[in-house]
């Protein structure tokens, strides 16, 4: 059964930096797809960045250069480092798992993180 946990949520100020967590049991980490996720309120939940299998992760365009994802498989952890935030970034940020070559419906999620950002 997969379990994931994320932290690192909070209340940070416009152009002030987290770093989100997101620690998974229950599954062979290294062979999971691993992604982040956020949605705001009234909108629907969107992809922020992911590692598909890849020579790189993919990241949305609203934050590329300011968040970077990776990965730990010895702590079967996925952080997001976020910088530069934005009063637009504030959301309830989600991590999701699946295995290797599965759509992203197929994954698992956490229960979610709120990140609020203050201007």
């Known amino acids: 059964q997969v379990q994931l946990v994320e932290s690192g949520g909070g209340l940070v100020q416009a152009g002030g930096s987290r770093r989100l967590s997101c620690v998974a049991s229950?599954?062979?980490?290294?062979?999971?797809?691993t992604g982040w996720y956020r949605q705001a309120p009234g909108k629907q939940r969107e992809l922020v960045a992911d590692?598909?299998?890849?020579?790189?992760?993919n990241y949305a365009e609203s934050v590329k250069g300011r968040f970077t994802i990776s990965r730990d498989n010895a702590k079967n952890t996925v952080y997001l480092q976020m910088n530069g935030l934005k009063p637009e970034d504030t959301a309830v940020y989600y991590c999701?798992?699946?295995?290797?070559?599965?759509?992203?419906?197929?994954?698992?999620w956490g229960q979610g993180t709120q990140v609020t950002v203050s201007s």
């Open positions: 999701s798992v699946r295995p290797y070559g599965l759509p992203s419906s197929s994954g698992s």
């Open positions: 229950g599954i062979f980490f290294s062979r999971y797809a």
């Open positions: 590692f598909t299998g890849g020579s790189s992760p």
